[in-house]
């Protein structure tokens, strides 16, 4: 008895670590994913910046995980002036209006998600308190195409070097959604 009910708690705790592997993704059908070859970051000094208030180890730990991911998926880092992309992040503090702020500045639409140019994935659903959000934002139309909701589930007590390993797989599992395969030709109306 003991054994079965020690046997059903470890795959109960080993379900509940793995239940996080799967991020939310919704992305604009009309946006050729498959021409992207380099990204940028938006300055600190932006309008981006300006949509929440991160520490800035937070912010560095996020955009060094970014980077790391787009080079290992070969995307190149460019300026911005040149980039295919850009890759923008929010982690939700559970304030409407810092979430509200930021999707004005990516011009991310949730009610416009219901179109039939957008495509979901992975049972993407809103963002709740503590998650991380990836937006990829077209620089010609100054707007997201794909977005990203994971669960990060930072705790007060975890040491910069858990905080940062949640990050990796955060956006790790975040941008392994990247639709490679849409190569639709077309661009965002």
Known sequence: MIKTLAVFSLLFFLNACSSNDSAGVVYHDRFDFSTVKNYSLYDRNSAFTDTQSLLDSRRNAIEIAIERTMAKNNFSYAELEQADIIVTYHILNGKKSDYSNYNKV??????????????????????????LILDLIDPKKK????????????KEKDNSAETND????????????????????????
């Open 106 to 131: 990516v011009h991310f639409c949730q009610h416009c998600l219901r179109a039939t140019a957008w495509k979901t994935g992975n049972k993407y659903s809103t963002a709740v308190h503590g998650s």
């Open 143 to 154: 707007r997201s195409v794909w977005r990203s909701v994971y669960p990060l589930a930072l």
């Open 166 to 189: 949640k990050i990796n797989q955060a956006v790790a599992v975040m941008l392994a959604q990247y639709p490679k395969n849409n190569a639709l030709g077309k661009q965002v109306n």
